[in-house]
């Protein structure tokens, strides 16, 4: 008798814990961004506490809360540009990796190209400068020999 | 001979025209180099000093109120920047609500806290955990901060009644009594 109550204990574990499993396998999970949707725009991110940090290697603790942050707007349907944007209206430019190309900021997007390209021509004239001269030198006619030279080698072939 | 050889070369060369590309450039060079120079000379400006005057700012507080610095003239302002994620600040923001509550009924000093790159629910969560009573606000954009030429946090400037700088002080407050030696000194008795 006590076996059967027993056994029929056993069955109704083991049956109750089989639906529960299966009640938390049909349990609706949270859709949450995972950590690297959050590291994709955190990477574009810089600390603005500690200096040239971006914010998903960040280690402190300011960092994890604006990493977090960043998951919440995620999760409330922000896009990576309106994400962006916040951070850098509360925080100020100096978050974002690149500047934004306006008024001064130009000055980063156009100063670096053009000084490679001034380098460049100042580099190939000056080599086309140093490659005319030697030309230069023997095409020239050979200088005639001056008076005072060839009065002189006279004078000491005289005394020899 | 020498008068003859001179006169004899050749007048003809003609007169060097102005290099405008090389003009252009080196006034480009220039340029560039002023630019950098303010650059750097704002960024590297230290902190406020005592007795300049403390420029102007509005905080717009958590809570959806305004506070101009400009409107406090006459008053004594104590700005306090502070973090949620800052240690040191947690020491000093109990006394800071203690000097906050002793002064309010007098009317003629104001706290003004400034959170500065803080998370908004982390700033409230610090607000309820310290029951911080005065005046408290995002440092939007870091404007504020960087016109203080604030170097972290905490960091607390006290205005005198004409807008300028009477004292700063860039470490927490360890007393009540620190805060009210910094204050009591700027006060008609």
Known sequence: MYKRVWIALLIGLALGLGTSQIAWAQAPTPAGPTDDQVNAVAKQLYCPVCENTPLDVCPTQACAQWRDLIRQKLIAGWSEGQIKDYFVEQYGERVLGTPPPRGLNWLFYFVPPLALITGAYILYRTYRSMR?????????????????VKRLEEELRKKN | MTDQNTDSTPSAVPPRKPAWGRLAA????FLLLGIVAIGLVSTQQGPVGIGRQVPDFTLETFDGQSVALAEQRGKVVVV??????????????????????YYAPRGDVVFVGIAWTDTESASLEYIDRFDITYPNGPDLGTKISQDFHTTGVPE????????KLAYKKFAPFTSLSEIRAAIDPLLEP
């Not at chain 1, 005319?132 to 030198?137: C, F, G, V």
């Not at chain 2, 080196?26 to 060079?29: A, E, P």
Request: glycine share 4%; with cysteine; net charge negative.
């Open chain 1, 132 to 148: 005319l001269k030697p030309s230069a030198q023997t095409a020239a006619p050979a200088a005639p020999p001056d008076e005072y």
């Open chain 2, 26 to 29: 080196w006034f480009g060079l």
């Open chain 2, 80 to 101: 306090n920047f502070w973090a949620s994620w800052c240690k040191p600040c947690e020491q000093e923001a109990a006394d800071l609500e203690a000097a906050w509550r």
């Open chain 2, 156 to 163: 607390t400037y006290i205005i005198d009644q004409t807008g």
